[in-house]
């Protein structure tokens, strides 16, 4: 089953440039993964301190995938400091019937 999230990335005044080129990195390399459909970056237009990140995996050993590798923990532990309350939000979405 299709593993699908949304992560909201609140950052700190100041370490926008330095989190997004981040999440750009970050978003390349996802991208490659072979479970990855989608990985992309957003900054929300009403709330510009704010990226929006929407990921879609083919199941959830994908995710896990994703969540395990190097640069992906190696990329947030860089940009933790950066954002409030150090990791990013999180919500899984489930497919409706």
């Avoid at 978003?27 to 929407?54: H, I, M, N, S």
């Amino acid at each position: 089953m299709k593993y699908l999230l949304i992560a909201f990335i609140h950052m700190l005044p100041g370490k926008e440039a330095e989190v997004i080129a981040a999440m750009q990195q970050l978003a390349e390399a996802a991208r490659k993964e072979p479970g990855c459909g989608r990985f992309d970056v957003y900054l929300d237009q009403k709330k510009p301190l704010t990226l929006v990140v929407l990921e879609d995996y083919r199941d959830e050993a994908a995710f896990q995938v994703h969540v395990q590798a190097s640069y992906t923990r190696d990329i947030l532990a860089r940009i933790a400091s950066k954002m409030e309350g150090g990791k990013p939000e999180v919500v899984f979405l489930k497919p409706m019937p």
